[in-house]
C-alpha cells in the first residue's frame, strides 16, 4: 500500500521537520528515509493548512510504499527486462506519463524495451511518450513520439499543490523548473503586483496566486493554445487572482506602465530582448526574475553586464539580490536565474 512521504532536500530538511512536529503530522510508526540528498519523511496529515505549510517550506508530497524498495523494484524491473539496472536514459514522470529523453539515434526497439521495464517498475504509469529534436520556434514547443501504453499527449501533472492538465505536443513545459516556481512563490508578499511574461500554461503565475491569495497576477503568453489551456488551469486551481492575457509582451506591457511590484522573465533563449518591456511595468524598486543561458565558462557576468548598460542607456542602477544555476541545458551553456531590484533615477 503506498504511503505519504513529504520529500525534501536536505539543506531544507530542518525546517520542515519542525514543521511536522509542531503540526503533529510526522507519523512516528515509520522510518525517516534517506535517498541521495532527499529525505523523505512519512506522514500523517490533516488539513490543507498543515500540506500548505510544507508546500512552502519546499516539501513535495509523494506516496510511495518505502524509498528505497521503490528504486530497489526499479532495479530489479530494469534488469528483468535490459539486462542492466542502468537504463542509460534520462526520463521525466508527469503525472501518469513518463517521458523519455532518448538520444536521437536510439532505435525504437531498446525504446520500446526502456518503456516496458519502466512501466513495470511504475505500475501508476499509463502512457510512455519520447521527446523528439529540440525545443523551437517562437511558442518554444518540441515534437513527441508515442511509445507505449495509451496513446494520449494530454498530461494532468500536480506540483507545488497546483494542478496543471495540458499537452505536451502543443505548448513547452517542464518539470524541472518545479523548483525555481517553488522558490519564486515563496519570495512573493501577498498584496504584490505581479508580472509574468511568457506565462505558458500558467504555472508560474498559478503557484504564486495560490501562495499569495491577494496577490495580482498578470500573465501574458503568446501561444493561443497556451493561453486557452492557461484559463482552464486558473478554473482547475481556483486562482481567480491571475489575469491571463493573449499577446505579444512587446504589445500588453504597454498597457501596465509602472505596475509591478515582482516581473518573472522565463525565456531564457532571449529575456535579455525584453529589458525594455522590465523596465515599462516595474515600480521603483521592483525585483526582477531573469532567466537566461550563459556559456557554463563565462558564468553570470555577461547577462549582468547587458542589464548594467540597459539601465545606463534608460537611467535606472539594479542591485543584485541573487543568482542560481537553474539546470544545464547543453556541453557549453547553463540556464540561470538572475534575481535583480530596479532602482530608477
Ligand atoms: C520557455 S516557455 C515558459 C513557459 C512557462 N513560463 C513555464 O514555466 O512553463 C516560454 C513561453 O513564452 C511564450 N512567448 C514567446 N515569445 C513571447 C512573446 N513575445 N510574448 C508573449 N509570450 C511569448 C511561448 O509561447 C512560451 O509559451
Redesign the pocket.
Known sequence: MPMLHAKISKELAEKAKSILLRTGSLDHARKIQHRRSYIYFPVVIEGENTKKLLIDAGCELVDIKDVKNTHADMSTSLREELGTDRIGVRYDILGSTIILNAPDDMDMERIKEIAKALRKANPHIKTVLAREGAVSG???TRSYRYVAGRKSFQVLYRENGCVFSFDMRK????SR?SFE?NRIAGMVRDGEKVI??????G??AIEIAKRSPHSEVIA????PY?YRQMLKNIELNKASNVKAVL????EVCKSYREFADRIVM???KISVSFLDQALQVAKDRGIVHIYSFVEREKGLEGLIDSIKKHGKANSYSIEVLSSREVRPYSAQEIEVALDYRILLH
Open positions: 517562437e511558442y518554444r505548448t513547452f513545459f517542464s523548473l516556481r509574468v511574461m511568457f506565462a505558458g500554461i504555472p508560474f501574458i503568453e503568446l501561444n497556451a499577446g505579444d509582451v512587446r522565463p525565456l531564457p
